[in-house]
């Protein structure tokens, strides 16, 4: 089984920034492709971004590419997302994903485990 556990949510104005982490359990963190996804009440969930099992693979959604950057230190099992030049559509439930399978995916069907999830709110 994995566990994940997202901090670092809250609340910011417009143009700030804000820094997401997840902490994972599981004996082979350092395999999985990880990533941040997003969601609105009422809306379906969108991806953010993913890394690779090393980091050395990335990907953005464009509404957040050149703001935000994801990053991993396995050696901690931690995986964070770094939010700069917030706007208020940054706003939703940000959640952390883990993807067993070798291979990255945009898709959330293709995590398996996901985290509880942190708010995170962008006022104007």
């Known amino acids: 089984q994995v566990q994940l556990v997202e901090s670092g949510g809250g609340l910011v104005q417009a143009g700030g920034s804000l820094r997401l982490s997840c902490a994972a359990s599981g004996r082979t963190f350092s395999t999985y492709t990880m990533a941040w996804f997003r969601q609105v009440a009422g809306k379906e969930r969108e991806f953010v971004a993913h890394?690779?099992?090393?980091?050395?693979?990335?990907n953005y959604a464009d509404s957040v590419k050149g703001r935000f950057t994801i990053s991993r230190d396995n050696a901690k099992q931690t995986v964070s997302l770094q939010m700069n030049s917030l706007k208020p559509e940054d706003t939703a439930v940000y959640y952390c994903a883990a993807r067993l399978i070798v291979g990255v995916s945009t898709v959330d069907g293709n995590y398996q485990y996901w985290g509880q999830g942190t708010q995170v709110t962008v006022s104007s």
């Open positions: 890394i690779s099992w090393n980091g050395g693979s990335t």
